[in-house]
C-alpha cells in the first residue's frame, strides 16, 4: 500500500475509508491499475473506520432509529475518520469527500473525468450494513454517488469500480491517449463495434468498409454504428444525444 504522504507532484491520492481495509488494493493492484499504482502515477491509503470507533466495543453501528432491519453507521465515528483524515468540512479540504451509496446520483463518466482531473485525488466513505447515519452525511457535506441501479453489499466493490474508472482516465495509464476519447459515453453514444483477424471467422466476415483503408469512410461507418447501437440499447442515451446533435432519426 501507498500512502498519501508518498506521492510524487503527478499523483494522483486517493483515500478509502472502509471497515474492511484488507479488500484493498484487490483487484485495483492488477492490470493497468496495479500498473500505475507502482509507477506512483496514483498512490492508495486506506483508513480503517473502526479505529475511530471511542467505546470499549469499538463498536461503529447501531440499530436504527424507527425500527426496522439492519444496522446503520453512527456518525461519530464517521464523522472522527472523515474529520481526521480528509480534514474537517469547508473551504480548508483540500479533497472531495465521496460516499458510495444507492441513494445517490447515477456515476457518469462525465463525473470520472471530472473527479480524475482533481489534483487533490478523491476520498471515498465506503458503507456497510443499512448504510451511513444521515446527519453525518449532510454534516461532512458528503457527495453520493451510486454506480447503478442494483444493491451491493458493501461501499468496497462500488469504490473498486469508481477508483478504476478514474484511474484508466490519469495521463499515462492508457498507453494511447486517443484510445479514451471515442469509448462509450465520452461523446454521449455507446462505441461502435471492433474487429480483428482473422478477417473471416465461422463464417462470420469483418465489415468490409474496415478492410478498405479509407480512413473518411471508416470514421462514416463508425459513427453510424454508434449512433444504430445507442438508438437500440440506451433509448435514455439516444434521447439527449438527438436533443444535442439535432439527429433527425427517432
Ligand atoms: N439500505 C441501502 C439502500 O437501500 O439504499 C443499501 C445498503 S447496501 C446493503 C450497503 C452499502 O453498500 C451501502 O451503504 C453502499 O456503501 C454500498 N452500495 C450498495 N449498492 C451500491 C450502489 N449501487 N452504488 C454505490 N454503493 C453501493
Redesign the pocket.
Known amino acids: 500500500m501507498t500512502g498519501l504522504d508518498d506521492r510524487g507532484d503527478n499523483c494522483w491520492p486517493v483515500r478509502v475509508l472502509t471497515l474492511f481495509p484488507e479488500m484493498f488494493p484487490g483487484l485495483l493492484g492488477q492490470s493497468l491499475a496495479g500498473r500505475a499504482l507502482e509507477k506512483g502515477i496514483w498512490s492508495l491509503e486506506t483508513v480503517d473506520i473502526r479505529g475511530f470507533a471511542r467505546d470499549k466495543h469499538r463498536s461503529v453501528d447501531d440499530t436504527p432509529f424507527g425500527g426496522g432491519p439492519g444496522m446503520v453507521m453512527r456518525p461519530d465515528v464517521i464523522d472522527a475518520a472523515v474529520t481526521e483524515t480528509a480534514g474537517p468540512p469547508g473551504a480548508g479540504r483540500q479533497t472531495p469527500v465521496i460516499y ?5 446520483s447515477l456515476l457518469t463518466q462525465a463525473r470520472v473525468r471530472a473527479l480524475a482531473a482533481a489534483p487533490s485525488g478523491i476520498t471515498v466513505l ?7 447515519d444521515e446527519r453525518v452525511l449532510e454534516a461532512q457535506a458528503v457527495e453520493q454517488i ?3 441501479d ?6 468496497e466493490p ?1 469504490a473498486m469500480v469508481l477508483i478504476d474508472a478514474c484511474v484508466r482516465l490519469l495521463p499515462g495509464v492508457v498507453g494511447n491517449d486517443e484510445t479514451t476519447g471515442e469509448e462509450s459515453f465520452e461523446r454521449g453514444l455507446l462505441e461502435y463495434p471492433h474487429y480483428t483477424r482473422p478477417a473471416a471467422w465461422q463464417d462470420r466476415v469483418v465489415p468490409e468498409v474496415l478492410l478498405s483503408g479509407h480512413h473518411e469512410k471508416v470514421r462514416t461507418w463508425r459513427l453510424a454504428e454508434a449512433e444504430r447501437v445507442t438508438r437500440e440499447r440506451r433509448p435514455d442515451l439516444w434521447a439527449q444525444y438527438r436533443r444535442a446533435t439535432g439527429h433527425r432519426q427517432e
Open positions: 458510495l451509496t444507492p441513494r445517490g465506503c458503507g456497510r450494513y443499512e448504510g451511513v451510486c454506480i447503478g442494483y444493491v451491493l453489499s458493501g461501499g462500488a
